[in-house]
């Protein structure tokens, strides 16, 4: 089974700081999501990523995938406190049945005014 | 457009009591899911329906747990008897058509079981 790991695990940044948030799979990845989660509220979509090299931006958050690398990078640049929260990546995982995403652990974002 | 719905928000029960979730997914989409989030981890799938179908139940815990989706709109998420372990977030999402299409999420119910 496929294997998302995210690191780091948490951040703590100065408000105006650049960051990067990483997601390593155990296996080829065909789909990559980046998704961010609020305490207490459900998952927000950010980005999708499906092909080697792509490179996406939404205001200021830039997402990657690697695809030699089966990795791919959340870069947030010049950081809010509105960033802060739970980001997590997810890949899409095909078996029999059809598609599935399997999820990383997440990485804790918390941003310092 | 109206995001995918839950209900309810929070639930507090005691072990070996029932509980059931509610979710209204966003109106046309033909795919929902059913996640769990344990505190400090990431969603694990545990059914996924195309229409009124079920796609893949193979991590849903059967002896416990149960879901259906009648009429290929909204589904609901049994747990009968809960068990501590069940503390969680449980996430309902929707896809339009084809699977493998991004996920929409709702806002979660969180369940504690004491």
């Known amino acids: 089974s496929q294997e998302l790991e995210q690191s780091p695990q948490s951040l703590i940044v100065q408000e105006g700081k650049n960051l990067t948030i990483n997601c390593t799979s155990s296996?080829?990845?065909?789909?990559l999501y980046w998704y961010k989660q609020k305490y207490g509220e459900g998952l927000i979509f950010l980005m999708m990523l499906q092909k080697g090299g792509e490179e996406k931006s939404h205001e200021k958050i830039t997402a990657k995938l690697d695809e030699k690398k089966q990795q791919s990078s959340l870069h947030i640049t010049a950081s809010q406190p509105s960033h802060a929260g739970i980001y997590l990546c997810g890949a899409d995982v095909a078996y029999n049945a059809g598609n599935m995403l399997t999820f990383g652990g997440g990485t804790r974002l918390m941003v310092k005014p | 457009e109206a995001g995918v719905a839950q209900s309810p928000r929070y639930k507090i029960i005691e072990k070996r009591q029932s509980v059931a979730f509610w979710c209204n997914p966003i109106s046309g989409h033909a795919t929902l899911y059913w996640y769990q989030q344990i505190l400090g981890q990431g969603p694990k799938l545990l059914i996924q329906f195309q229409n009124n179908g079920v796609v893949d139940d193979s991590q849903l815990p059967k002896d416990r747990f149960s879901a259906e989706r009648l009429k290929g709109v909204d589904s609901t998420l049994k747990i009968q008897p809960a068990k501590l372990e069940d503390s969680a977030v449980y996430l309902c999402?929707?896809?339009?058509?084809?699977?493998?299409?991004?996920?929409?999420f709702g806002p979660g119910t969180r369940l504690l079981v004491l």
């Open positions: 999402a929707s896809s339009p058509r084809h699977l493998g299409e991004t996920q929409y």
């Open positions: 296996k080829t990845l065909y789909g």
